[in-house]
């Protein structure tokens, strides 16, 4: 449990490789996304797919990081 918490706090920390590396693999996923639905030659039907898909993708986010500190966040006392 304990290398979990450390895992999570070097990928949140500032100065950390690791939270460079987090970000740089979010920035891929919501990239690769918005290439795969703006591969339509229809540019309404583009706008909208990709309106759609970031926001069920920023919603997932949302609600696995809520479920993640449900499930995690707690102390022993």
Excluded: C, H
Aim: cysteine-free; proline content about 1%; charged content about 15%.
């Amino acid at each position: 449990m304990d290398s979990i918490k450390e895992l999570i706090q070097q990928a949140t920390a500032i100065d950390s490789v690791w939270s460079i590396v987090l970000r740089g693999v979010l920035w891929l996923i919501i990239s690769f996304i918005i290439i795969i639905t703006m591969d339509n030659p229809n540019a309404d039907l583009a706008s909208k797919k990709l309106k759609a898909n970031l926001g069920f993708f920023i919603i997932f986010m949302m609600l696995s990081a809520g479920l993640i500190y449900l499930l995690f966040g707690f102390k022993q006392g």
